[in-house]
């Protein structure tokens, strides 16, 4: 008679308890988190860089167009100082030249107005001469004058993007 075999050992492979997990395809939770984290700082630094790109350039112009018709040399007789406030310019003809002098006080950007001396401005009490000099008040510089040009059409066309030299006149 042979042995009984014995029941306390396994006939075929051990099984596989209900707590076992295949711990070769999983990533521990704290790797886990610290990739998410790391992602999500990698991910704000784009956004925020990208972000500072596109709203560095405005995506609409301020203001009016710097370049403009006046009408035509006739229209401004000799002596004449014309301020054309909408375009904060003052025309000033003197026989058979023509010049556009800003009236924007160098101050604090009020609108001067000619005066019979020159040119005042009624917030501070800035005062220029004719030329648009400092002659008086707190503007630390002169009124700035703007090139002046004659179009085909014979019109005077001023381009405030263009400032020239204190006493340049277009001769007409």
């Known amino acids: 008679m042979g042995a009984a075999p014995s029941t306390n050992e396994p006939a075929g492979p051990p099984a596989q308890q209900h707590g076992d997990h295949d711990t070769a395809r999983q990533i521990p939770r704290r790797n886990f988190l610290a990739w998410l984290s790391g992602a999500g700082v990698v991910g704000s630094l784009v956004a925020g860089v990208f972000s500072t790109f596109v709203f560095m350039k405005p995506r609409v112009t301020y203001g009016q167009p710097n370049r403009f018709l006046i009408g035509h040399p006739e229209e401004f007789p000799s002596g004449a100082r014309v301020a054309i406030d909408t375009k904060r310019v003052c025309i000033v003809r003197e026989g058979n030249k023509v010049a556009a002098i800003s009236t924007t006080c160098t101050h604090l950007g009020c609108i001067v107005a000619p005066s ?4 005042q401005c009624p917030c501070h009490g800035s005062q220029f001469d004719v030329d648009g000099n400092v002659t008086g008040g707190p503007a630390p510089k002169a009124l700035a004058w703007f090139q002046v040009s ?8 001023v381009d ?6 204190t006493g340049t006149y277009l001769s007409v």
Request: hydrophobic letters at 20%; aromatic letters at 6%; glycine letters at 12%.
């Open 150 to 157: 004659l179009t085909p059409s014979g019109e005077l066309e």
């Open 160 to 165: 405030k993007d263009n400032e020239i030299q």
């Open 116 to 119: 019979q001396t020159g040119f």
